[in-house]
């Protein structure tokens, strides 16, 4: 009950039944005092009640941490949901209630995807029900020209509930959550908004980093989901048939009664056989390729180097999802000879790279592909100038327009002298800086730019 202030009072409460003055049969006095009844009443604002519940890509109960954040807030709220849900009682106002969850990806039960699950504004004039749901999300993608594989990933959710553009470094009421997701992660998720918002803005923000294809592998007409192992030895560029043979956990004991020379091995990752020992078990067997079938949810990224993770090593070495992997290895069991035919493609030093931004603001719409082509990639054609022997490494910073530097960027990378051929989103919201670390010597970052259309434009890195 609200009240228009706090009140505490006695009440002269008299008998219902008494329509004339008169004595009771003991005596008491009409007029006298029968009961005492407190009342407490207190101010309250208007309130309702929010009931947030979560379900996965099977549409089943889940659980998953919330950033809630009302319009009239101050500060925003993290809330655990569990899997039968959780209900809150909230003053009225404008919500913004938003989940990053780890979901199953693009390739299967065992592979690993990212979600943003929610909804932007909540009018919470009602008892209302939020439900971040999976199994609505749509998946975020940016399809190339050419073959790529993103290696790095940053999503990012921006909001506001007084300005639409803020200039950066303008703080307040914008919430800006990020997740950097590495290449274990298959894929990007999110869930629709069910309007556009009317309150402020938002920006719901993904960024790639896509090469070309370092390596590709099929077997007849499905593509196997690989990633190179760090440290590992590439296989040389080009394309090749190589038949596969099933080698267990890799030990060397189980190359015995194998024919493995010149081939692909497919093993599976194994607590009791270390990489190194795989890899050395594989190379003295003679094997061209191989692939470790990962045994945990998502792609196994790990290193195959020499025992000092120093140098490379002396194979190449890629890991294959559980999924793809286990129905390799059961084809391969029922294929005549226990072999399986499969095509490779490699491209160690890649002679191309996509750095891409997507920007959707005011909704987070059903339609999340983001097609990069010529209406929308400025090429910028990259020399890389230093000593054959000197190593570097390179990235680009993109310059998000509500912050007042870079955003959460990606590591630099090696690169090898020579050129190369990026191809970045042009806007005149999105602003780029190049770095170039060479060795321990120098560090050469390039001034701010922006790409407002298409072109070639040019980048050398002369030391």
């Known amino acids: 009950m609200a009240a228009p202030r706090s009140a505490s009072s006695s009440t002269r409460a008299r008998w219902p039944w008494a329509a004339t003055p008169a004595r009771s049969s003991r005596g008491t006095p009409p007029d006298a005092v029968a009961a005492h009844t407190v009342l407490s009443t207190r101010t309250e604002s208007e309130g309702y ?41 909230l003053p009225r106002d404008t919500y913004s209630a938003m989940m990053f969850k780890d979901v199953r990806g693009a390739h299967g039960p065992y592979s690993k995807g990212l979600a943003l699950l929610g909804d932007p504004e909540v009018e919470l004039t009602d008892p209302t029900t939020v439900t971040f749901d999976a199994f609505e999300a749509r998946q975020v993608r ?3 020209p050419r073959p790529s594989m993103p290696t790095n990933t940053r999503v990012e959710y921006w909001r506001s509930f007084t300005t639409a553009q803020p200039e950066p470094g303008t703080y307040g009421d914008w919430i800006d959550r990020t997740k950097m997701i590495d290449a274990t992660y298959d894929s990007v998720w999110a869930q629709p908004s069910p309007e556009r ?4 803005g938002i920006d719901f923000t993904t960024r790639w980093r896509a090469p070309q294809t370092p390596l590709h592998v099929s077997h007849g007409t ?47 990752r194994s607590a009791t056989v270390t990489p190194l020992a795989q890899t050395q078990a594989a190379q003295a067997a003679g094997v061209r390729l191989l692939l ?11 290193c195959y180097g020499d025992s000092e993770y120093l ?30 035919r499969l095509r490779t493609t490699a491209h160690p030093v890649p002679s191309y790279l996509y750095d891409l931004v997507s920007h959707h603001t005011t909704a987070i719409p059903p339609d999340l592909t983001h097609r990069a082509d010529a209406r929308n990639l400025a090429r910028v054609d990259v020399t890389f100038g230093h000593g054959a022997s000197t190593p570097a490494s390179e990235t680009r910073v993109d310059l998000p327009r509500y912050l007042l530097g870079g955003a959460w960027n990606f590591l630099t990378q090696p690169v090898q002298r020579g050129q190369r051929t990026d191809w970045v989103s042009t806007s005149g919201d999105i602003r780029w800086q190049q770095r170039v670390d060479v060795g321990e010597v120098t560090t050469e970052t390039s ?6 259309f298409a072109g070639t434009h040019q980048f050398t890195d002369r030391r």
Do not use: C
């Not at 918002?197 to 402020?200: E, I, L, R, T």
């Not at 890991?319 to 029922?334: M, Y």
């Not at 001034?447 to 407002?452: I, L, M």
């Open 49 to 89: 009640d929010l009931t947030l519940r979560a379900k996965d890509r099977d549409g089943q109960p889940t659980t998953g941490t919330v950033t809630l954040k009302g319009a009239n807030a101050p500060y925003f709220r993290y809330h655990r949901v569990p899997e039968d849900g959780l209900t809150l009682h």
């Open 142 to 144: 940016a399809l190339t």
């Open 197 to 200: 918002v009317k309150v402020g």
């Open 222 to 268: 499905h593509d196997l989901d690989v990633l190179m192992q760090r440290g590992a030895k590439p296989l040389p560029v080009g394309s090749a048939n190589l038949d596969a043979v099933s080698a267990g956990t890799g030990s060397a004991a189980e190359y015995t009664q194998l024919s493995a020379r010149g081939k692909a091995a497919v093993v599976r």
């Open 292 to 302: 470790v079938v990962n045994d945990a949810v998502g792609r196994l990224h790990t």
């Open 311 to 340: 140098s490379p090593g002396p194979l190449a070495v890629a890991s294959v999802t559980r999924s793809d992997g286990e129905a390799l290895i059961a084809d391969i069991a029922a294929s005549p000879g226990d072999r399986t």
């Open 447 to 452: 001034e701010a730019v922006t790409y407002p």
